[in-house]
């Protein structure tokens, strides 16, 4: 893909970014941290194509162990972000639902 | 699998972060936000076995890569299942690093590939990985030990500390430079090893208390590292996956800052220009108010309005279920009770939302600093339950104190003030609270959740 075209991928994604994360509830930042940080888990991606790719031990072994820590960042990261979100029921009462 | 149809479910996968984020603006559509995210995640690493690059042709190493993300698994959803609400930020400072140090052994391995055929572009984005991934890597692992108190929470300086940081900084930067110009992976080491060590020198004088925005700052920076991996593996989703979570880490940091009333370099360098304390020991020959746990049951019985504002000492003490118990009692008396919560309550942002949803508070009752602060005035008792430095008036009224200039809940505006303390010691930040001689504050001395026991039963008697 040319220069220019990731370039501006590159822009809409922030733009986008500031614009989503920017109505997120003060309520929940340590989930939105928890969250953004399984996001960026996603570079296990990256790991599987080097690995992959890889012809000698030394690479092989630099990009497993990439595999390895990108895995427990994203799946350990959803789990957490998960755990903490189930806790954020709010009033189940009926007559908080009324209220509003 | 062909490439449009390879770009296109990671297109979709993009699009699945970006519903992530979305969900989490209100509380709740936040789980099914996250799960789609994870569904997002989980259909990009699943297609990649499944893609042909026309260039380098089908995956191989299968078998090595799938044991690696099983051990990966292994590792990571135990630690995340079993972790205590109070250890979050460490094991967020964790996964943080571990993401860093992904993006960064990812770029070194793609760069010994490219070799001389690495064009400008990729060799720069390769340094910026590197370097940044690294600085993450070691920033979170210390991280993690100061806050899992392996390590002191105080900031360290050391003698001359300033130079060594620049200097180091600049060699950093020859690095990069070097590596630009030769290509080599000799000088792709010699950045790796100085970036490792920046990573340390540049959380080492942080303190605790500041922490969290560290926390949140090196997030960011995990984020563009993947963006620049992207770049490098012409991967749009890393590219967008990797901005989202930079775009979210900077809008955090910035957030943390202001409720600290602080600027960001200020934080991050705030330790080289710190001068020692005056000693403030004079002031604790002074006589304060402290009562009976019947004194304080009375005080809460009678009051038309309630705020309670807890800070990380109720969490060290578990008291979030016992004083979730003591806000029913006081609501079915009539009494009218809300939780002031300040940003940077807990350790890192939003911290004690999490730790008083874990003791089923509705989120309903959890008031921000904002809304909470104009109605102190008519508060009949503000209850701080184990907070100093979020309510020390010394933050409005002493220039030049560490903490001047952070907003603070104005618990002062209360008629009646209670501090349940462990002792008279200062708070994280080391600085006497002059509230805590005021004639209108009672102290209960005690662990939290012994002295909100006591509270509650005599609150029953009534």
């Known amino acids: ?100 | 699998m062909n490439n449009n149809l390879y770009s296109l479910i990671g297109l979709i996968a993009a699009v699945c972060f970006i519903l992530a984020l979305k969900g989490l603006s209100s509380p709740k559509g936040a789980r099914r936000g996250n799960i789609i995210g994870a569904i997002g995640a989980t259909i990009a690493t699943v297609v990649v076995f499944f893609y042909n690059d026309p260039a380098e042709g089908g995956l191989k190493n299968l078998p090595l890569i799938l044991i690696a993300i099983v051990v990966g698994v292994i590792v990571g959803v135990p630690a995340a299942r079993k972790v205590q609400m109070t250890a979050m930020p460490q094991l967020v400072a964790l996964f943080n690093g571990v993401g860093g140090g992904a993006a960064a052994l990812v770029a070194i391995v793609e760069y010994l590939h490219l070799g001389d055929q690495a064009s400008g572009g990729e060799v720069g984005a390769t340094v910026f990985t590197v370097l940044v991934g690294c600085i993450s890597f070691t920033g979170s692992i210390l991280t993690f030990l100061k806050l899992q108190e392996l390590m002191t929470t105080r900031p360290v300086v050391f003698p001359g500390g300033r130079a060594v940081i620049a200097l180091v900084l600049l060699a950093v930067l020859g690095a990069a430079g070097w590596v630009g110009v030769d290509k080599g992976s000799t000088s792709l080491l010699v950045l790796t090893v100085l970036s490792l060590a920046f990573g340390i020198l540049f959380v080492l004088p942080v303190g605790g208390a500041d922490v969290p925005i560290v926390i949140s700052l090196l997030n960011a920076f995990t984020g563009l590292t993947v963006a620049a991996t992207g770049y490098v593996l012409d991967s749009t989703l890393l590219l967008v996956a990797g901005t989202l979570v930079g775009a979210s880490g900077t809008i955090l940091t910035r957030l943390m800052a202001s409720a600290m009333g602080r600027p960001i370099l200020g934080i991050l360098f705030g330790a080289f220009t710190a001068t020692p304390q005056a000693a403030l020991s004079a002031a604790d020959a002074r006589p304060v108010k402290s009562g009976s746990p019947d004194d304080v049951a009375i005080l809460l019985a009678y009051a038309r309005r309630v705020v309670i504002v807890p800070g990380f000492g109720l969490a060290v003490a578990q008291a979030q279920h016992t004083v979730r118990e003591l806000a029913d009692l006081l609501t079915a008396k009539g009494v009218e009770v809300a939780y002031g919560i300040h940003p940077v309550a807990g350790r890192m942002p939003g911290h004690m939302n999490v730790l008083l949803a874990e003791a089923n508070v509705p989120y309903e009752q959890l008031k921000e600093m904002e809304e909470v602060n104009p109605t102190f005035s008519q508060t009949d008792v503000a209850l701080v339950v184990g907070a100093n430095d979020v309510v020390n008036p010394a933050a409005k009224t002493t220039p030049g104190c560490p903490i001047y200039g952070m907003p603070i809940l104005d618990v002062d505006q209360a008629t009646n003030v209670i501090f349940l303390k462990r002792s008279m010691r200062p708070g994280f930040a080391g600085i006497e609270n002059e509230l805590l001689y005021d004639p209108r504050t009672t102290l209960l001395f005690g662990d939290a959740k012994d002295s909100l026991t006591k509270v509650v039963s005599a609150l029953k008697v009534f």
């Not at chain 1, 989930?31 to 960026?40: E, K, V």
């Not at chain 1, 790719?53 to 092989?60: G, K, T, V």
């Not at chain 1, 990108?70 to 009462?93: P, S, W, Y």
């Open chain 1, 1 to 100: 893909m040319s220069v220019i075209a990731l370039l501006s991928i590159f822009v809409l994604a922030v733009f986008v970014g500031f614009e989503v994360v920017s109505k997120v509830s003060t309520t929940l930042h340590t989930p939105l941290m928890s969250g953004a940080n399984a996001i960026h888990g996603v570079i296990l991606v990256g790991a599987i194509i080097v690995a992959g790719h890889s012809d000698s031990a030394f690479p092989l072994t630099l990009s497993l162990i990439a595999v390895v820590l990108a895995t427990i960042n994203m799946v350990g990261g959803f789990v957490v972000t998960d755990r903490m979100l189930e806790m954020f029921k709010g009033n189940k009462k009926p007559a908080a639902k009324e209220a509003k």
